[in-house]
């Protein structure tokens, strides 16, 4: 650490072969803080003047220079944590946004549902079963940001931004609800799924117990037609075979 670095001094001598080194240490401590010591006894070196002996310089720190250097950071540190804070904040209300969106979707569908005819009945369960896992999808978005602006939130808090002290309170007591809801989608998941494939199979059956019928009525008038055909030659049969009866004598 340099000499102008370190924040326990106050007072500084330094020796230097010529003006080019001293003027180097003067410009960043100067910007540290320091400055030259002047009195009478010593004369401030003249620039340009041959070197004749070392110089030595006394530096000195500004009193208030550290107070204000102090300051200076934890305003730039509470700056930065109340920015981080107000960025981390938007993103939460951008995905409770769309979790939002995607929730009045599974609202919608599921309202729905129940008004489908028998025939969109499967595709209407499987929108349904899309809906609810993007509403668990947001929901973990919105609760990973809620957990991120919290973070920063509290960051600021202790920085000293405490207007974000009352936001980050209501952040932490939605935390749970939230947190209880997706845990509800999360057990309803399974169920909506099996719903869908009790939906297909009962399509599925509804399907063959169609084409079964279509068969059955196929077959029953290849019966009839038969029937009817049996009948008529039957007919014609009886005719020509009475003909062929004996006759009686007389």
Known sequence: MAWY??????????????EKQFRWDLDAASKRGWVVQSSEQDQEPVIGAPPTTKLQVTFV????????????????LLHSAARAADEKDARHMKAADELARAEEAFAARLDAVSLVPDSGREQAERD????????IARRRAALK??????KEMDSAVVLGASEFAR????????????????????ALLPTQELVVKAAKDWREAG????????????????????SETLGAHATRRNELAGSLAPRRPQ
Do not use: C
């Not at 720190?61 to 730039?76: F, G, H, P, T, V």
């Open 61 to 76: 720190r500004q009193e208030d220079w550290l107070d204000n250097r102090k300051r200076e950071i934890a305003d730039s």
């Open 5 to 18: 670095d370190d924040p326990s001094k106050t007072t500084f001598v330094g020796t230097y072969a010529n």
């Open 128 to 135: 349904l079963l899309g809906a609810l896992k993007d509403v």
């Open 145 to 150: 940001a809620k957990e991120e602006a919290i």
């Open 207 to 226: 399907d063959r117990r169609m084409a079964a019928e279509e068969q059955l009525r196929r077959r029953a008038a290849e019966h009839e037609a038969k």
């Open 167 to 186: 936001s980050v309170a209501m952040l932490k007591q939605s935390r749970e609800s939230e947190t209880a809801r997706l845990e509800a989608e999360l």
